[in-house]
């Protein structure tokens, strides 16, 4: 029984609400590279801007492989890029009861605007609204 | 306020070099992306509240002034990506690489990584904008 001081010592710590969401960081950055490099690549490059309309959107939203995809990016990017916020704030905002506020008005507006996106997701594009 | 003004003073008076300029470069680039997503989120949600307002903003997108706002964009997700990869490889692998000494080729292989993969993209993108907008190219 020599050199104790060099034992390891490996002691279980309960993972806390931090804990969790750094991970899912990572989890859902690992996901996001793909599916937002994609997106990207596939609607400011390849398809552009000056060719998007109603029409464009109503045609990828009838493949319901594509309102799979748009959800997911909307579902992830979105909890991903609101987390990343609450990090950046929590680096101004010091007082305990100040980032408890600042994480609840960042899951609210989180929450409403996934729930807008998911809206026109399952909604799709309105046919009946007249344009002209 | 004094929060405030420790935390800039923090972020602008660290002498971290390229690993200090990459943590800055993925804040700013995470919360540009970040705002851009959720105003794309309620542009696209005006094909369902708004068809007619969905066409306003697809307008008010094709103008050149937006056009370079896209292309700045494209440049903020591509290094949040490859920078984010980088993170995750050295927390994963290369715990020892954490050290202002040794960033300064993996900041440098992460930027070049970035134009490789952005650059093509400006490419093509400013083309559509002289295309459409100045009617260069046969437009």
Redesign the interface.
Known sequence: MTATSEQIRRVKVRPNYDHVAWKWMRYSALLLIPLVWFHVILQDVIVGVHTMDLDYVAQRWANIGWRVYDALLLGFAMAHGMNGVRQVANDFIKGERARTIMSWALFIFWLAITAIGAAALIGGVRQDFPLN | MS??KT?LTGYTGYRGREGHYAFLLH?IT??G??LF??IH??D?????????G??DV?AL??TTL??IG?IA??FC??FH?IN??RI?YFDMFKPANWSIETERNSTRITLIATLILWLP?TF??AR?IL??NYGLFGG
């Open positions: 929060t405030l935390t804040r995470g919360l992306t970040v997503l959720v989120i309620i696209i949600a005006l094909v369902y509240l708004s068809p007619k969905f066409l697809v997108y094709q937006f056009g896209e964009l494209v997700v591509f990506g984010g990869l995750a993209a093509f993108m559509n295309i459409h």
